[in-house]
């Protein structure tokens, strides 16, 4: 005879499960847990089945943060050699954009120290440097460090507190009587250049290279003049010049005789000799502007 260990009725031989709730038959008389010992433990395998899950997900997540840790290490010290091209920079008063390439055998580099006066752009095999014009009077010395894992690379940066040359992209300026107006391109390795003239120009500094000079109407004699353009111990002479009145003539077209010294003639013997060379008026005509009276 068999029983069920769930509500007790007793079943032939011949049968394997109850009709009822589907449990496991047990022979008569034994007493070893059966489907009633499962049923009564099946509340208790559920927070245990939840306690294994969460204990391998912690499992995991450890594995793969120290692959993680392995992978990123092998990756930042992987390198054996790193080497920066140019490895020593000169940059003007000015400033200025220079690039420097990388040349390493590893993954990945970094720059761990810079001047605060420069500006770093990282690239993928080279950095680009923005050095900031130097304002202080003085020269300046620094260093850009570069790592790759344990190799290091250094790049001495010295940037000049002087302007070492200045030009114009016109040496000079010439304007009719009616005046007119002119602009040029300053060339220098400077960062605050001045410009003075005459003061029948007007000059006018624009942006950091252009400079305006703007001459007005002239009812005078011929003029010439310099813009001087400068920073710090060097300069650059503008000769500027307009047209106007014979300066020799003051406009009249003649100048006195040199023969007579003026005077038409010369005293001889009692007797006035006429001049040859003025005809005896005093008065030839200017060789400076040719009788004209105006110089252009």
């Not at 559920?46 to 290490?73: D, E, Y």
């Not at 038409?264 to 005093?282: A, D, E, H, V």
């Amino acid at each position: 005879m068999k029983r069920c260990p769930t509500c007790h009725a007793e079943y032939g031989d011949d049968i394997q499960f109850c009709v009822r709730d589907g449990s496991t038959l047990i022979p008569v008389g034994d007493t070893t847990p059966g489907t009633e010992s499962s049923t009564s433990t099946s509340p208790s395998t559920k927070p245990n089945k939840g306690r294994n899950v969460l204990r391998t997900v912690l499992i995991v997540l450890a594995v793969l943060a120290v692959v993680f840790l392995a992978v990123s290490r092998h990756l930042n010290n992987a390198a054996t050699y790193l080497r920066a091209e140019p490895n020593q920079i000169s940059a003007p008063k000015a400033g200025g954009d220079i690039v420097v390439d990388i040349d390493y055998d590893g993954y990945v580099w970094k720059i761990n120290h810079k001047p605060d006066w420069v500006k770093v752009d990282k690239m993928d095999q080279s950095f680009s440097l923005t050095v900031q014009p130097n304002r202080t009077g003085q020269s300046r010395e620094g260093s850009i460090t570069v790592q790759s894992g344990k190799q290091l690379a250094q790049v001495i940066i010295r940037q000049n507190g002087m302007a070492t040359k200045i030009q114009a992209s016109e040496k000079q300026f010439h304007f009719d009587k009616r005046g007119g107006s002119g602009s040029v391109t300053i060339i220098t390795d400077g960062n605050d250049w001045k410009a003075e003239g005459p003061n029948w120009l007007d000059i006018r500094k624009s942006g950091e290279d252009r400079l305006y000079i703007k001459c007005p109407e002239n009812d005078d004699v011929y003029r010439v003049g310099s813009v001087v353009v400068t920073e710090d111990n060097i300069r650059y002479t503008i000769d500027v010049t307009q047209a106007g009145k014979c300066n020799s003539c003051g406009g009249t077209g003649e100048t006195s005789c040199l023969l007579c010294g003026g005077a038409g003639g010369s005293f001889y013997g009692g007797f006035i000799t006429q001049c040859f060379g003025c005809r005896g008026s005093g008065r030839v005509r200017c060789g400076y502007c040719g009788g004209s009276g105006e110089r252009e």
